[in-house]
Each structure stands twice: as C-alpha cells, then as structure tokens.
C-alpha cells in the first residue's frame, strides 16, 4: 500500500486517538492508581494488621508476585486472541480486587488479594503494545505509548492527594472502594468502543483506516519466531535495564509516602498533597522529554540513561547531605522528574527493537524481567531500613539507578539506536527508518 500524503494525513480523522489512545491512558491511570494507592494507606494499615517494616515491604512487593507471572502469557494471548478481550478481563479483576483490598481481614488475606491484582493487570501493557502497533501508524507511535505513560506520574499526583482527603474523611476501606470503581466502568466502556484491530471497526473513516494500514509497520522489525525474538541480544540488555529501573522506581513510590511523612511530620491528608509535589514535577518532565526524543537525531538510549542517572544522583544526595524539609522535597522532586520522564521514550525505544509480530511476547518479558525488581525494591528498602527510619534504607535505590543507567548508555553506545542496530547473525535483518 503506498505511503499517505501530508494531505492525506492532515485530512484523516482522529479517532484512533480520542476512542483508543485516550481509553489506554485512561485504563492505565487508573491501574496505576489501584495498584498504587496502598502507599498512601499503609502508615494506617501498618496499624490495623501490626506490621513490621519488612513484612510492610512483603505487602507493598505481594502484586508484583502476580505481575510479573502473566506479562509474556499475557501479550502472546492479546497477539492470538485479541488485545481486547485481555484487556476487559483484566479491568474486572483488577476493579474486584482493588475493592476488596481495605477488606482483607489478616495478612495472608492481603497478600492474596494483592497477588490476584497482580495478576490481572499484568497482562494489560503488553496488550496495549499489541493496539500501539495496530492502531497507530509509526510516526504517531512514539506519542501514543508516551500518551499512556503519563499516567504513571500523573496518576500517583491525583491519587495521593485524593486518597489522603477519602482516608482522613471516612477510612482507607472507603478509599479503596471509591478508587476500584472506575476500573469497572472503564472495562463497559472499553467493550462498547474499541475492536481488536482498525480493520474490524465499523465507524473508522476510510481515510484513517487507509493512513493506519499504509504506516503501521514502520519502525517494527520484520516478523519472527516467538523464542528467536526473545533471545535477542537486545531483548535481554533492556531486560536488565528495565529490572534495575523498577528496583528503584517502584520503592520509590511504595515508599514515599512514609518517608515524606518522617520528613515532614504531618498528618495523612497534608502527606498526599506532599506526595503529588514529585509526581507533578514528573509529569511535565515527561513532556519536554518526549518531544526531545522526537526530534533528537542520537539514540534513545542516552535519553534513558541520563535521566536515570539524575534520579539516582539526586536520591543519593538526599540521604549523603543534610537539609531541612524544602531540600528534601527538592531532591525528591528532582529524582521524580529522572526516574518518570523517559517512560514514553523507553517504551518506543523497545517497540523499534522487537518484531512486529512479537510485539506483545517481547514487551511482556521485558516487564516480566523487570517488574521482578517491584519485589525486589520494596523488601531491600525495607530491611535496609533496619526497623528505624526509613531514610536509612532508601537510598539504596540510587545505586540501583546508577546501574540502569550504565546498561542503557552501553546499549546506546553499542550502536542499538532509533534507526538500526548491528547487524544479527541469526536473521541480519535491520530496523525500518523513521519516515
């Protein structure tokens, strides 16, 4: 099919991106919310359940022991089943489960609950790289995948503060109802919209349809066998990237709002709109960020790697020197804006390195690899705390950080950049050129 004009693309409508890019942001941040929100309930459910500091850490890792378990399960069903369907499952379960969380009466019943969670949502990123790459043509991909990953600092900005006033006016068992709702509407919403792939849906105009099909394998690989795809040298390189990556970024949100609340000795409403300060900041850093991987001519991977490094530089100096709470807020901010920024840039930097075909497969192991370090981060900070303050352990994550980012510029060094990587002796097959 011959590529669109400028014509014809300025002319096409746009509902891939009001029915499709706007529903997986919306269906992320709400995710996120539910998977997040914990954090800000935990300094009243250490309380409730009398939980030590590592068995608090045990809690807070409990729904990455499902994640990670159906992230390659999950993205090879959404290739041969549909996108949609693993996605409108997963929303029920994940709705349900954020429910019944405040619920949980002891703490194998938690564990539990957080597990199932777990589960569920682990299987819809790689479902969303499956609709990325058969929703939007390859110049507009970069800025979709960067549309849902907004939602990763901009929900936990809405959610503490919110989650803060729901627990402060009624119960951390309310808040947790109130946020698991919205999950269960988006699953109705999701099912009366969206179909699986462009060509089955009924309303798209012929123009839109025309422009999606015409440009949508650009910047995939060619297609290939699902373990071929998987072994690939690079695969495994953003594997180890993205597990040191969630070490950190993960700890850091589980935990911060009990560290700004050591900080600050506030009470809990006044600590969830702390918590949002980071996260706001992030939020506008993702923007300037993705427009800089846009129009930048050099890897993605630098991109990637500087940011981590400022995470972890900054999360190292706010334990290695003293200051009053504005410095500590600062720095927290700063390490915010290094470890969410570069989201939307990392995950169009996997999509350009994988198969077509394998889009979803290759997308869940690298979350599967790296959301072991969502387990990971929290019990380390945890134990390295000590059972005493919890900035004693915390900046064990700058270390983490700092080694994410060392993999990453290595890759990008090596020449696995935004147009073409070495060539592979398996299949000597090169990446498609950005239009």
């Given at each position: 099919m011959a590529s669109p004009t400028t014509t014809d693309v300025s002319a096409a409508p746009r509902a891939r991106w009001w029915r499709v890019g706007v529903l997986l942001f919306l269906i992320y941040l709400v995710c996120y919310a539910d998977r997040s929100?914990?954090?800000?309930?935990?300094?009243?459910?250490?309380?409730?359940?009398?939980?030590?500091g590592t068995i608090t850490g045990v809690v807070l890792s409990a729904f990455f022991w499902g994640y990670v378990i159906t992230q390659v399960p999950g993205g090879f069903i959404a290739a041969k089943v549909g996108p949609k369907q693993v996605i409108i499952v997963s929303l029920v379960v994940v709705g349900v489960a954020a429910c019944v969380t405040g619920f949980a009466p002891n703490l194998p019943a938690l564990l539990t609950v957080r597990f199932v969670m777990g589960l569920a949502e682990g299987a819809v990123f790689p479902s969303f790289a499956?609709?990325?790459?058969?929703?939007?043509?390859g110049r507009e991909r970069g800025r979709a995948v960067s549309l849902t990953q907004y939602a990763l600092p901009l929900s936990s900005a809405l959610m503490a503060p919110i989650a803060g006033w729901m627990i402060d006016t009624w119960h951390f068992q309310t808040m947790f109802?109130?946020?698991?709702?919205?999950?269960?509407?988006?699953?109705?919403?999701f099912y009366l919209l969206v179909p699986n792939d462009p060509t089955e849906d009924r309303r798209l105009h012929p123009a839109e349809l025309r422009l999606i099909l015409a440009e949508r394998d650009a910047e995939t690989k060619p297609e290939s066998g699902l373990l071929k795809a998987l072994a690939r040298p690079i695969v495994v390189g953003l594997c180890l990237t993205y597990f040191l990556w969630i070490t950190g970024m993960y700890a850091f949100g589980l935990w911060l709002p009990t560290l700004i609340k050591e900080i600050s000795s506030n009470g809990i409403e006044a600590v969830g709109w702390l918590t949002a300060i980071p996260y706001a900041c992030a939020t506008v850093a993702m923007y300037f960020n993705s427009r800089l991987s846009d129009r930048a001519s050099f890897s993605r991977g630098w991109i990637i790697a500087s940011s981590l490094t400022i995470a972890g530089l900054a999360i190292l100096a706010q334990h290695y020197i003293?200051?009053?709470?504005?410095?500590?807020?600062?720095?927290l901010c700063v390490a915010a804006v290094g470890l969410y920024s570069s989201f939307g840039t990392w995950w169009t930097w996997v999509l350009s390195q994988v198969p077509r075909n394998q889009a979803g497969p290759s997308v869940g192991l690298v979350n599967f690899v790296g959301n072991f370090g969502g387990i990971v981060g929290?019990?380390?900070?945890?134990?390295?705390?000590?059972?005493?303050?919890?900035?004693?352990?915390?900046?064990?994550?700058?270390?983490?950080?700092?080694?994410?980012?060392a993999v990453a510029g290595t890759l990008a060094a090596r020449g696995y950049d935004r147009t073409s990587e070495p060539a592979d002796s398996a299949d000597q097959q090169s990446v498609v050129s950005r239009n």
């Open positions: 929100n914990i954090s800000v309930a935990v300094p009243d459910m250490v309380e409730h359940l009398r939980l030590s499956v609709m990325f790459v058969r929703w939007f043509p109802v109130l946020q698991g709702i919205p999950a269960l509407i988006l699953a109705v919403v003293s200051g009053g709470v504005l410095w500590q807020m600062i720095l929290p019990i380390v900070v945890g134990w390295a705390a000590g059972g005493a303050s919890l900035a004693g352990g915390f900046y064990v994550l700058g270390f983490a950080l700092l080694a994410s980012a």
